[in-house]
């Protein structure tokens, strides 16, 4: 059974930081492409960042210069260094475990942690 378990969200005033963490089980970590993603109210579920499991990084040009995305396989868990937080980061945060293999893809979903940037 996949499980992807999310923490670290929370309420932060603007220019605050935060580190939101994603302990992954029931899959081969080190072999998956890891990302967060962030839902507003109303909005689409869109890619903040994601690292290869060759630890290749992206992120959306909104986060670029703020944020970093990391993972550490030995404990199977990805994070995401937030910092110079603006309101319209306020999202729910959604942790994503991606591969594809053989024309097959498995995507896994953690139940998301919420962001409230406000002052």
């Known amino acids: 059974q996949v499980q992807l378990v999310e923490s670290g969200g929370g309420l932060v005033q603007p220019g605050g930081s935060l580190r939101l963490s994603c302990r992954a089980s029931g899959i081969i970590f080190s072999i998956y492409t890891m990302g967060w993603y962030r839902q507003a109210p109303g909005k689409q579920r869109d890619l903040v960042a994601d690292i290869s499991s060759g630890d290749s990084t992206n992120y959306a040009d909104s986060v670029k210069g703020r944020f970093t995305i990391s993972r550490d396989n030995a404990k199977n868990t990805v994070y995401l260094q937030m910092n110079s937080l603006k309101p319209e980061d306020t999202a729910v945060y959604y942790c994503?475990?991606?591969?594809?293999?053989?024309?097959?893809?498995?995507?896994?979903w953690g139940q998301g942690t919420q962001v409230t940037v406000s002052s």
């Open positions: 994503n475990a991606h591969r594809e293999q053989r024309m097959r893809t498995y995507d896994y």
